[in-house]
């Protein structure tokens, strides 16, 4: 939890008489046992965060994992803890994309799912503090990179008649309404999920995504080991990014297999109600 949450916390308990509770994950997963087993996968923004926690349960589940970002010296540290690869890629570079991918292809030996996770929020306060810098650092890195990302490995796949997965992070803001840029670039995703599923299937290409409700990372500033307390999120409790990486890790072993072009919200339904009070 940064400093400013704490305060925030404290003085809303002296105002308000609300108690600052201390809430912990309790939580049990799935024992590995080979369920990626074969599978190939690239996961952008790897190197910390959910991507990272995502590549650690790959891993465990028999996959062969390669994880990219902009930090050479987090994904080094990250793919040396958790016996994957890694390469740099800077997700708002599309014209790296075709060598990229062709690198990656070679040094998985045949890569066959792509994780599209890496993001940013720059969470304007407000309508008025979107600025065009803003706007477009956030459709570059959440939207178009992935994109077109997702339009290289498609060609590669496809031409060599590959059955293949592919998984985004959108988020639980995707299918909400928004007046910030991030808001925007989830619903886009969404969009294109249903999209290419739909477009790919005879292809024997899955895509889907999983959207997290405000789960613990840099982006929030929540420690996974801190307390979890957060009274907007319907269980009070900030998700971990394990918890994510289990559904994801479902949504790309062959388990999942007639599942396409949908979006598992991951948020015990903080945002499916728009009828009762
Ligand atoms: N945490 C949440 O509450 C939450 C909720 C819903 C959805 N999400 C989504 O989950 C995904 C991961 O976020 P996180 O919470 O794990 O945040 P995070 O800890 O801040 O990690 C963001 C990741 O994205 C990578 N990244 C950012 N800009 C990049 C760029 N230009 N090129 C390549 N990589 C880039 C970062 O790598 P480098 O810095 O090394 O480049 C880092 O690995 C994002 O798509 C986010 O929108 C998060």
Redesign the pocket.
Known sequence: MSIKQIIKRGLKYIFTGTPVKDIRAEITYSEPDSKLKGKKIVI??????????MAEKFVAEKAEVLI????EE??KKTAEKLNCKYLV?????PEKFSQFIKQADEMLGGVNCLV??????LHEKTFFDVTPETFDAQI???FK?AFFLTQEFITLVKNKNEKANILF?????GDTMDFRP?GF??AAINSMIQGLAYLFAKDNIRINAV??????????G?KTDGNLYLEINATER??L?EE?AETACFLLSDASGCISGQIIVCNNARTVNVRWK
């Open positions: 952008t923004g790897g190197g910390r965060g959910l991507g990272a926690a990219t970002g902009r930090n987090s994904l890629l800077d997700i708002t570079k599209n996770n890496a993001g940013i929020s570059n890195t959440n990179g992070t959108s988020s639980e803001t991030y670039t989830k959207a997290p409700g405000i789960t613990a990372s840099d982006m929030t929540y900030v998700y990014p994510v």
